[in-house]
């Protein structure tokens, strides 16, 4: 227990001021076990964007921003559609979508009336214009690529106009520092440079932190930080080895071990080999006019434990951004791997990015509209889905509910197709026989014939009736010829 609490002391006394360290309400103090390294500030994480970092973010900010962004107007009113800019109703597909949704589900509970906003509306030309030197893929990109290697993306609507701005301007996420001043957890404002800016100046993207959901997030490169830099260090050491340490192919020496060279005879037989053994010439011959002794000289192959590391600190990283170990290396590689890796990194990274972009801009649109004078509260922005769906399984159980007898219309609102004519109709799964039509044959059954005559010795079910006629009737036209 003593060595605990001086442990958490420890820690109290290096906890940086409020402000000046990243470790301070956006992920541990400490970035190694043995608590020597402080844990990153932000523009060492920002420096952290290259070798691996890079691939991972890249990755997960191209994946996210070829995704589209869509607004949607959502109505619990049947028949209250959009009447000052074009709008188009949208399929089963995208209601079943957007009622999966955790920012739409609520709205779509009673939806009377859902469209795709598509015409000349202020907040899709904002979302496509961005500003003068973005377009909307660069802004996504770049908003994915500050959570990741940052852990919090900020944006700076500018130039209202009647309460809408005209362009976003994202802001470096590094440069930008929470106002702690009031000694809670919620910033009272974000420090640009001079430029204090208040809380709801500013639209904030984060990967939120255990240790503060309030303040900034706790990106993934500060998870894989150490990963990081023992990828650097292996890499670093490699290059010292080759570029700068002493490793020659070969030595030369004089041919008596009690003789030696001159100064220039040792500089002259220097010089001819470096010359003509050199570039394209290694391997040609080379005569000297003296005693010497030529000693190659091999060096050991690397330490199969150096790659084993690299390898660990590969599955780590990647695990860390939630981008599958299959889409940056090609061992073990084939097509089957390679798809179920598009599918875990699209679950597991793009689609959850995709779903923290699009709750905060529609909050940040429904704010825009406090008195709900332009019914911007029905807004919703939802990105498509980007999880690739099992083709064959889908059409597997489509078949199915045509074999159970379900209507045709059922399985094309689901797959999200329109509904055709006629595709109401519900059938038998035995013989596929509509129901309809088989319920009007029990309804009106065909007329049996009637066989209850005098002198008829048969039932109604069509057997011999042998209680009323003892002996059987003949048949006419038949005589029994005589015994002989």
């Known amino acids: 227990m003593s060595e605990w609490l001086r442990a958490e002391r420890s820690i109290e006394k290096a906890q940086p001021s409020v402000g000046t360290s990243y470790g301070w309400g956006g992920g541990p103090v400490f970035s190694d076990a043995f608590r020597f390294r402080r844990a990153p500030t932000l523009p060492a994480l920002a420096e952290a964007y290259k070798s691996l970092i890079f691939t991972c973010v890249r990755l997960n900010s191209d994946a996210v921003s070829r995704v589209p962004l869509r607004l949607y107007r959502i109505s619990p009113t049947r028949g209250d559609r959009a009447t000052r800019c074009d709008a188009t109703s949208v399929s089963k597909g995208v209601r079943l979508?957007?009622?999966?949704?955790?920012?739409?589900?609520?709205?779509?509970?009673?939806?009377?009336?859902v469209e795709e906003i598509t015409g000349d509306f202020p907040l899709l030309r904002l979302i496509q214009n961005v500003n003068p030197a973005m377009d909307q893929s660069q802004l996504i990109n770049y908003t994915v690529m500050s959570m990741d290697v940052v852990g919090t993306g900020f944006w700076w609507p500018t130039e209202f106009h009647l309460g809408c701005p005209r362009e976003f301007w994202p802001l470096p996420p590094h440069l930008v520092a929470p106002a702690l001043e009031t000694g809670g957890l919620v910033p009272s404002g974000y420090d640009f440079g001079s430029t204090r800016y208040r809380p709801d100046d500013l639209l904030i993207f984060k990967?939120?932190?255990?240790?503060?959901?309030?303040?900034?997030g706790m990106s993934p490169t500060q998870a894989a930080i150490e990963y990081a830099r023992l990828e650097d260090t292996f890499v670093s050491i490699q290059d010292d080895l080759l570029s700068?340490?002493?490793?020659?192919?070969?030595?030369?020496?004089?041919?008596?071990?009690?003789?030696?060279?001159?100064?220039?005879?040792?500089?002259?037989?220097?010089e001819d080999m470096e010359r003509k053994g050199r570039g394209g010439r290694s391997g040609a011959a080379f005569v000297v006019d003296?005693?010497?002794a030529v000693t190659p000289v091999s060096w050991a192959p690397a330490d199969l434990g150096a790659v084993a590391i690299s390898k660990y600190d590969l599955e780590r990283t990647c695990g860390c951004f939630g981008v599958p170990v299959s889409m940056v290396t090609n061992e073990s590689s084939n097509m089957a791997v390679a798809r179920e890796g598009l599918e875990q990194h699209a679950r597991n990274a793009v689609d959850p990015r995709c779903k923290t972009i699009a709750s905060t801009l529609t909050r940040w649109t429904h704010a825009l509209d406090k008195d709900g004078k332009r019914n911007w509260h029905k807004l919703f922005w939802a990105f498509d889905n980007c999880v690739p769906e099992d083709k064959l399984a889908e059409a597997d159980l489509h078949a199915k509910y045509i074999a159970m007898g379900l209507p045709l219309n059922v399985a094309l609102t689901e797959a999200g197709y329109d509904a055709v004519d006629d595709g109401d109709t519900s059938f038998i799964p035995t013989s596929l026989q509509p129901l309809s039509s088989a319920a009007g044959a029990r309804a009106h059954p065909e007329p049996k014939p009637d066989w209850r005559d005098e002198d008829?010795?048969?039932d109604q079910g069509g057997n011999e009736n042998r209680s009323r006629s003892p002996r059987r009737r003949k048949k006419p036209g038949r005589t029994r010829k005589p015994p002989g």
């Open 290 to 292: 003296g005693a010497v």
């Open 244 to 270: 700068n340490g002493p490793r020659p192919s070969v030595i030369v020496s004089h041919k008596d071990s009690k003789g030696s060279f001159g100064a220039a005879e040792r500089k002259r037989l220097e």
């Open 207 to 216: 990967h939120l932190s255990m240790k503060n959901p309030y303040g900034l």
């Open 97 to 113: 979508r957007l009622k999966s949704l955790a920012h739409t589900a609520k709205a779509m509970a009673g939806a009377g009336e």
């Open 456 to 458: 008829a010795d048969f």
